[in-house]
C-alpha cells in the first residue's frame, strides 16, 4: 500500500514531534535531576561540613573557657569564665540541632545521636572540673600564708633578732651557745615555712603529703628547739622568748588551717581533670567529627559528579531537540 504525499508529511510531523516531546521529557527530566544534585551539594553535603567545622570550633572554645577558669585568680573571673563554658555548651547544643537536620537517614541520624552522646561525656567530664575548680583550696592556702601567717612571722623573727643583738654585747660564757641556738631555730622554721609553701604548689596528692610531712617534722624540731631555748634564758631574755613562742604558737594554729587546704589540692586535681577525663573526652568527639566532615566532602564530590552528569544529560537532550526542530 503506497502512502499519499499528504500522509508522508503526517507521519513525518508526528515523528518530529514525538521526538522533540521525547527530548523535553529528557531535558526536563535531567533538569529536576541537576536540581536535586546542586540541592545536595550546597544545602546538605556543604552545610554538613561546614557544620561539623563550626561544632569542632566550639569544643575548642568551650575548652579554651575552661582553661581560663582554671587559670584566674579573681571569684569575677571564675564566674566569667564558668560562665563562658556553659555559654559555648549552649551554642552546641544549637548546633548540632541544625547539624541533625542536615542527617536525615538513618545511618546518619545514628551518628548524630553518639555526637550527643559522646558530647554528654564531655560535659560531665568538665562539670567535675567546674565543681572542683571553683573551692580554689590551694589559693586559699597561699592566702593564708600570705595574710595571716606572714605578719606574724615578720614579728617572731624580728624579736628574735633582737635577742641575738640584745645577747650579742653580753659577755656571758653561754653566749655563743644561745645565738647559735636562735639562729638554729630560725634556720629550721624557715624551712617548715617553706614547705608549707611547696605543699601549695606540687604536682599530685603524694608530693603534698611529701611536702607536709617535711613541715610537720620541721615544726616538731621547731617545738624541741624552742623548748630547750627557754631553758636556756632567764629575765628580759626569757620574756621575749615568751612572747615569740606565743606567736609562734598562734602561727602554728593559723598554719593548720592551710595544710587542710592545701591537702584537698582542688586546682592540682582540676588541672589532673582537665588533661584526663576532659581532654580525652574532647578528642574522641572531635575525631568522630572529623570523620563526619570526612564522608561531607566525600558527599560533596559524589553530588558535584552526579550533577556534572545531570548537566551532561540535559546538554545533549537540548542539542537533540534543537536539531529535530530544525
Known amino acids: 500500500m503506497r502512502l499519499t504525499i499528504k500522509a508522508k508529511l503526517a507521519l513525518a510531523f508526528t515523528v518530529v514531534i514525538l521526538l522533540s516531546a521525547i527530548s523535553t521529557w529528557m531535558a526536563i527530566s535531567g533538569l529536576g535531576q541537576l536540581n536535586d544534585s546542586i540541592h545536595s551539594l550546597v544545602d546538605i553535603s556543604a552545610r554538613r561540613d561546614k557544620l561539623t ?67 554528654g561525656q564531655l560535659v560531665k567530664a568538665q562539670d567535675k572540673v567546674r565543681d572542683v575548680g571553683r573551692i580554689r583550696s590551694n589559693s586559699k592556702a597561699l592566702a593564708i600564708i600570705q595574710r595571716d601567717l606572714k605578719p606574724l612571722q615578720a614579728n617572731v623573727t624580728s624579736d628574735l633578732r633582737k635577742l641575738i643583738k640584745k645577747q650579742a654585747g653580753k659577755t656571758s660564757p653561754n653566749q655563743g651557745q644561745l645565738n647559735e641556738k636562735v639562729s638554729n631555730l630560725l634556720n629550721v622554721w624557715s624551712n617548715a615555712r617553706s614547705a608549707l609553701s611547696e ?56 598554719a593548720e588551717n592551710a595544710v587542710a587546704f592545701t591537702r584537698q589540692n582542688t586546682e592540682v586535681k582540676a588541672n589532673a581533670l582537665s588533661v584526663g577525663e576532659v581532654r580525652a573526652a574532647a578528642t574522641k568527639l572531635s575525631e568522630l567529627l572529623n570523620q563526619v566532615s570526612e564522608e561531607a566532602k566525600q558527599g560533596m564530590a559524589d553530588d558535584k559528579l552526579a550533577a556534572d552528569d545531570q548537566y551532561g544529560t540535559v546538554r545533549i537532550a537540548m542539542i537533540s531537540a534543537a536539531v529535530i526542530s530544525l
Open 199 to 254: 605543699s601549695t604548689m606540687t604536682s599530685d596528692d603524694a608530693e603534698t603529703e611529701g611536702a607536709v610531712l617535711t613541715y610537720f617534722e620541721a615544726m616538731s624540731r621547731v617545738d624541741s628547739l624552742l623548748a630547750d631555748l627557754r631553758n636556756s634564758t632567764s629575765g628580759d631574755d626569757a620574756k621575749i622568748l615568751d612572747i615569740a613562742r606565743t606567736q609562734i604558737s598562734q602561727w602554728k594554729n593559723l
Open 53 to 119: 567545622v563550626q561544632l569542632q570550633r566550639t569544643i575548642f572554645l568551650i575548652q579554651r573557657e575552661e582553661k581560663n577558669f582554671l587559670l584566674a585568680n579573681e571569684l569575677a573571673d571564675i564566674d566569667k569564665f564558668d560562665k563562658g563554658m556553659l555559654d559555648r555548651r549552649e551554642e552546641f547544643r544549637l548546633l548540632l540541632n541544625e547539624f541533625r537536620s542536615v542527617m536525615p537517614r538513618e545511618e546518619e541520624q545514628a551518628k548524630v545521636a553518639k555526637v550527643e552522646e559522646m558530647f
